[in-house]
């Protein structure tokens, strides 16, 4: 993350969903992260691509079925993260458990569905937020399924104006 390596940074993955769309894979019997790629689960692909850049704190937002996240991945000591989880009693929609961050200590949050796959310079991003002193940055992209997606709305500075939600 070339001069932002000492900027603190928890790593928030929403693992909390009913993973509906994937029930035929999941058979409810598994969540939707925890389906395995390659060998090992989704979420521990993006747990791994997070400490290559450095960010070793992470809080795993479950819900549906947490407990086999949480069985597997404990305190997460054997990826060299610390892992730790936030239960929704009760399904609180994408972002609705962020409201549980409001305490913990740090300056930066990477927020992160569970559902998906990533290949990206993390530190790339955080150099690209930290110039534009963003409050939020997003990481979309485009795709050809415009009315199964919500779409965001940019100005010529990659400034989002407005959000159009599909559902």
């Known amino acids: 993350m070339g001069n932002n390596r000492n900027v603190r940074m928890i790593a928030v993955i929403q693992a909390g969903g009913l993973g509906n769309r994937m029930r035929e894979l999941t058979r409810d019997e ?3 992260p925890m389906l395995v790629m390659n060998g090992k689960p989704l979420l ?3 747990i791994e691509k997070l400490a290559e850049y450095s960010i070793h704190d992470f809080v ?3 819900g549906h079925l947490g407990e086999k996240i949480q069985e597997y991945f404990g305190d997460g000591k ?3 993260v610390h892992i730790d989880y936030i239960t929704e009693k009760e399904p609180l929609g994408s972002a609705g458990a962020l409201y549980y961050l409001r ?3 740090a300056e930066r ?3 992160v569905y569970g559902d998906v796959m990533f290949d990206m310079d993390i530190g790339r991003w955080l150099d690209f937020h930290l110039e534009k002193r963003a ?3 997003l990481v979309c992209h485009p795709n050809g399924h415009p009315y199964y997606s919500d779409l965001l709305l940019l100005d010529i500075e990659l400034r989002f104006t407005a959000f159009y939600c599909t559902t």
């Open 109 to 111: 949050y990477l927020f």
């Open 30 to 32: 598994i969540p939707k």
């Open 44 to 46: 521990q692909w993006q």
């Open 135 to 137: 409050l939020i940055t």
């Open 60 to 62: 795993i937002i479950i």
């Open 78 to 80: 054997w990826l060299g």
């Open 103 to 105: 305490e913990l200590p």
